[in-house]
């Protein structure tokens, strides 16, 4: 069992910065994969970045460039540092782990997420 806790969102100005955090806690070392996803209002939740524990990452297309994610398996935190915010990235922001067992099955792990605003 994984229980992810993020923090870190908030009101910002388009323009600006902003960093999530993301605390793993329970079987953390079991997890492969970690990454950040959101949800807008009346969209579906979808895939903002992504980092394998080998630290190979995976953007979206709308964040490539402006987005950074970092991993720290030690302390079992996945951040996100957002730059150039834009007010298209509002959206709740929810942190994901992904664990494999033996059998090659996947099992996904969610946060309560953590709310973005980007706003003047």
């Known amino acids: 069992q994984v229980q992810l806790v993020e923090s870190g969102g908030g009101l910002v100005q388009p323009g600006g910065s902003l960093t999530l955090s993301c605390v793993a806690s329970?079987?953390?070392?079991?997890?492969?994969?970690m990454g950040w996803y959101r949800q807008a209002p009346g969209k579906q939740r979808e895939l903002v970045a992504k980092?394998?524990?080998?630290?190979?990452?995976n953007y979206a297309d709308s964040v490539k460039d402006r987005f950074t994610i970092i991993r720290d398996g030690g302390k079992g935190t996945v951040n996100l540092q957002m730059n150039s915010l834009k007010s298209e990235d509002t959206a709740l922001y929810y942190c994901?782990?992904?664990?494999?067992?033996?059998?090659?099955?996947?099992?996904?792990?969610w946060g309560q997420g953590t709310q973005v605003t980007v706003s003047s």
């Open positions: 994901n782990a992904e664990v494999r067992s033996v059998a090659g099955l996947w099992n996904d792990y």
């Open positions: 329970g079987s953390r070392f079991s997890i492969a994969n």
């Open positions: 980092i394998t524990s080998g630290g190979i990452t």
